[in-house]
C-alpha cells in the first residue's frame, strides 16, 4: 500500500495543476443577458456558514446583497417583494459615481482638481468672505476639507446662506453633505452636460449599467438596482477597466481616488471610505477613532457607504464585490461603521478560500480543498463508501464515511494523500498541509 501511495504522489506532484489568479469574468454589456454564476460548494467555500448571513441580512432589514467572486455571482439574495430587477436608492455611496464622474472629467481637461470652485459656481457661491472662498478647490469639495461651517441646521443646504466660514479649506476635515453636492453643478458647468447625460455618456453605456440620478429636495441620488451597483464595484475592482476597456484612464487619478487623499482622516479617498488604514473619523464627529473603519472586514476593502446601510464595497486581495442595499438596520436611522464590519465578518465565514491567486490544487475534476486546516470536499457524492488520509509514509491518520470537513489542525507539517473510495473505485488527491 505504501509504494502504491508513493507513486501516485509523484504522479500527483507532476499533474498536479496550481491556478494562478483566474482572469476576470465581466457579464455582458446588456444587463437582460445571463450573467455567469459559481457555487459556494464547487469553490470549497464554507457553505455550513450560510445561514447565518441570510439572517443576519433579513432581520437588519436587507432588501438585497449580492457578492461577486472574480467577477461571477456566487451569493445573490433578495427579501420580501425586491427582486434583482428592483431599483433602490445609493444615497451617500453614490458619492462614488460622482468621485469617479471628476476623474472624467479631469481626464478629458474640462476641469483640473485644482480649480477654485469659484471658476464653476461664480464669487459669492458661499456667504464666506471672498478670500476665504477662494481657497476652496475642487479637490477639497472631493476630500470634505472645504472648511465650511457643519454646524448649520440642515448639512444638505446649499445655498449660499447656508455655506459659512468655519476654517480655512484643507485644515480640517467634516463630512459636509452640502459641497459634495455642488459637485456636480461643478461638473455640469465644465461638460456642459446634465448629470445624467455624462454618466450615461462616460459609465452606463461602457459598464452595462442602468439607473439615473433624481433630484431630492437639495440632493441627487441615484438609482439602480443591486446588480448595476455590482457593475461599477467590479469596474473598479479591476482598476477601472471593464473587460479590454479602460474606463478611467487616468492612473494617478486613479489610484489617488482609492488612497488616503489627507492626513486629517486617513480613512477617507476621494469619496470612498478605505479601511485598514489604522485611524478614521466618522460623519457627524470630530473625533479621531485609533483602529481600522470596519475591524472584521479584510483590510484592504475599499466602500462606498450610504445611509441606511447602502453597500458597494470591494476587496482586492480576496477578489470580492459586496453590495448591500435595503432599509436601516436598526432604529437608529444612520449606519454605523460596525454594521458594514459585521457583514463583511459573516461574507467571509462563508468565502471562507476566496482569494485573488487561486492556490488550490486541482487532480482530475475532483477537487479535495485545504482551508484553515480543515480538508473540505467541493463534488458532494451519494456513492462514496469511505475516506482515507495518508502521510507521506503510507500511514493511516484518519479515516470517515462520510464527506464531512475533516480536522488536521494536528497533523505535522506535511504533504497528504486523500484516498476517497466508492463504489467506482478509489481516486486520490493530494493536499499540503502548511
Given amino acids: 500500500m505504501m509504494r502504491v501511495l508513493l507513486l501516485t504522489f509523484s504522479m500527483l506532484v507532476i499533474c498536479a495543476n496550481i491556478e494562478l489568479q483566474a482572469q476576470r469574468y465581466f457579464p455582458p454589456l446588456n444587463p437582460q443577458l445571463q450573467w455567469d454564476t459559481l457555487s459556494a460548494t464547487t469553490l470549497g467555500w464554507c457553505t455550513e456558514n450560510t445561514p447565518a448571513l441570510f439572517e443576519y441580512l433579513e ?67 458661499t456667504s464666506m468672505p471672498k478670500e476665504k472662498e477662494d481657497l476652496i478647490t475642487i479637490k477639497n469639495q472631493l476630500t470634505m476639507t472645504t472648511g465650511l461651517n457643519d454646524e448649520v441646521s440642515n448639512l444638505d443646504c446649499t445655498d449660499d446662506t447656508c455655506l459659512t466660514y468655519l476654517a480655512d479649506a484643507g485644515t480640517r476635515w467634516s463630512y459636509h453633505n452640502a459641497p459634495y453636492t455642488l459637485l456636480e453643478e461643478v461638473l455640469a458647468k465644465a461638460t456642459g452636460q446634465t448629470l445624467n447625460a455624462f454618466t450615461t455618456s462616460t459609465l452606463k453605456t461602457k ?35 471593464w473587460n479590454k476597456d479602460t474606463i478611467i484612464k487616468d492612473r494617478e487619478y486613479y489610484n489617488a481616488m482609492i488612497n488616503r487623499s489627507q ?19 466618522l460623519p457627524g464627529f470630530q473625533f479621531f477613532f485609533n483602529g481600522n473603519l470596519a475591524k472584521d472586514a479584510p483590510e484592504d476593502v475599499i466602500s462606498g457607504i450610504g445611509k441606511n446601510g447602502q453597500f458597494v464595497s470591494f476587496s482586492k486581495e480576496h477578489d470580492l464585490v459586496m453590495i448591500r442595499m435595503g432599509q436601516a438596520p436598526d432604529s437608529l436611522g444612520y449606519v454605523p461603521n460596525f454594521y458594514m464590519s459585521d457583514l463583511w465578518k459573516l461574507t467571509m465565514d462563508v468565502a471562507c478560500r476566496a482569494t ?9 475534476n475532483e477537487p479535495v480543498i485545504m482551508h ?27 479515516m470517515q464515511y462520510n ?7 494536528q497533523f505535522p507539517i506535511g504533504v497528504y494523500t486523500v484516498v476517497i473510495s466508492s463504489t467506482k473505485g478509489n481516486t486520490n488527491h493530494l493536499i499540503v498541509k502548511k
Fill in 403 to 409: 464527506q464531512d470537513p475533516i480536522n488536521v489542525g
Fill in 59 to 125: 432581520r437588519s432589514n436587507t432588501k438585497g446583497y449580492l457578492l461577486l467572486y472574480k467577477g461571477k455571482i456566487v451569493l445573490e439574495k433578495y427579501f420580501g417583494t425586491f427582486t434583482k430587477d428592483s431599483a433602490w436608492y445609493w444615497a451617500s455611496a453614490g458619492k462614488t459615481l460622482t468621485s469617479v464622474l471628476i476623474g472624467k472629467a479631469q481626464e478629458e481637461k474640462a476641469l483640473s482638481l485644482d480649480d477654485k470652485t469659484s471658476k464653476y459656481l461664480g464669487v459669492g457661491w
Fill in 356 to 364: 485573488s491567486v487561486e492556490e488550490s490544487i486541482h487532480v482530475e
Fill in 263 to 281: 492626513v486629517l482622516n486617513p480613512s477617507y479617498g476621494y469619496l470612498w471610505w478605505l479601511n485598514g488604514e489604522g485611524g478614521y473619523m
Fill in 207 to 241: 459598464i452595462g449599467m442602468t439607473g439615473s440620478w433624481l433630484k431630492l429636495g437639495y440632493n441627487n441620488v441615484y438609482f439602480s438596482t443591486p446588480r448595476s451597483m455590482a457593475r461599477f464595484g467590479l469596474m473598479m475592482l479591476n482598476n477601472g477597466i
Fill in 372 to 398: 484553515d486546516d480543515m480538508i473540505r470536499f467541493t463534488s458532494l457524492r451519494k456513492d462514496i463508501n469511505r475516506i482515507t488520509v495518508y502521510d507521506m509514509n503510507g500511514r493511516s491518520m484518519h
